[in-house]
């Protein structure tokens, strides 16, 4: 191969004339290089996250836009807001009225498979969580209302999260229902874990 052919600085015809004007002033090696634009999509994209990054900056900075704190207090009040109303009266009544109901406890089991099974197996005995059929409770007494506080608000250190704000008023009722269908049934699983609640 010649050397024309191999060193392309001294071959000026292999430029075309209109790259000629885009020609840098310097080489590396012998090559030269063209000053090409940017694409245009790249150049609307870079342009458009500087405006986007002045008028986000200018809101929340500026402008009067919600900090963390006031989007995570909105969150909350939301949340409560979707909370079954009365629960100590309406909710629970309701609940008592339907002890021992048939469909209304199948109902609730088929919730409890979709939402507590994981942690306290399928039949409640007990698995990440405590058994469910015998007569201890870890939190509160095993009556209808604490187990509604604690499905509804969660236990934190023991990671199970807050259902209250995620299951409506009439899935709650049928799940409390089903949950109260287990205590003492006594399945082999976890062992008695918390404080011995019997009913009364």
């Given at each position: 191969m010649?050397?024309e052919?191999?060193?392309p600085e001294?071959?000026?015809?292999?430029?075309?004339?209109?790259?000629?004007?885009?020609?840098?002033?310097?080489n590396y090696d012998?090559?030269?290089?063209?000053d090409n634009?940017?694409p245009?999509?790249?150049?609307?994209?870079?342009?458009?996250?500087?405006?986007f990054?002045?008028?986000y900056?200018?809101?929340?900075?500026?402008?009067?836009?919600?900090?963390l704190?006031?989007?995570?207090?909105?969150?909350?009040?939301?949340?409560?807001?979707?909370?079954?109303?009365?629960?100590?009266?309406d909710?629970?009544a309701a609940v008592?009225?339907?002890?021992?109901?048939?469909?209304?406890?199948?109902?609730?089991?088929?919730?409890?498979?979709?939402?507590?099974?994981?942690?306290?197996?399928d039949?409640?005995?007990g698995?990440?969580?405590?058994?469910?059929?015998?007569?201890h409770w870890?939190?509160?007494?095993?009556?209808?209302?604490?187990?509604?506080?604690?499905?509804?608000?969660g236990?934190?250190?023991?990671?199970?999260?807050p259902?209250?704000?995620?299951?409506?008023?009439?899935e709650?009722?049928?799940l409390l229902?089903?949950?109260l269908?287990?205590?003492?049934?006594?399945?082999?699983?976890?062992?008695?874990e918390?404080v011995?609640?019997?009913?009364?």
């Amino acid at each position: 191969m010649s050397d024309e052919i191999k060193n392309p600085e001294i071959q000026p015809n292999l430029i075309l004339d209109d790259e000629k004007a885009m020609l840098l002033n310097h080489n590396y090696d012998g090559i030269q290089e063209l000053d090409n634009p940017l694409p245009k999509w790249w150049q609307i994209i870079f342009y458009g996250t500087i405006v986007f990054t002045v008028l986000y900056i200018g809101y929340y900075e500026f402008g009067g836009g919600p900090s963390l704190r006031q989007e995570m207090e909105s969150d909350l009040a939301r949340i409560e807001a979707m909370r079954p109303k009365n629960a100590g009266g309406d909710l629970l009544a309701a609940v008592q009225s339907a002890l021992g109901d048939a469909a209304v406890i199948a109902e609730g089991q088929a919730s409890y498979a979709g939402k507590c099974a994981s942690c306290h197996a399928d039949q409640g005995q007990g698995l990440i969580g405590p058994n469910l059929t015998d007569y201890h409770w870890i939190h509160g007494d095993g009556s209808a209302g604490e187990i509604y506080k604690v499905v509804a608000d969660g236990v934190a250190d023991k990671g199970m999260p807050p259902w209250g704000a995620v299951i409506p008023a009439d899935e709650m009722k049928s799940l409390l229902v089903y949950l109260l269908s287990l205590r003492g049934q006594m399945r082999a699983g976890k062992p008695p874990e918390g404080v011995e609640h019997k009913p009364n």
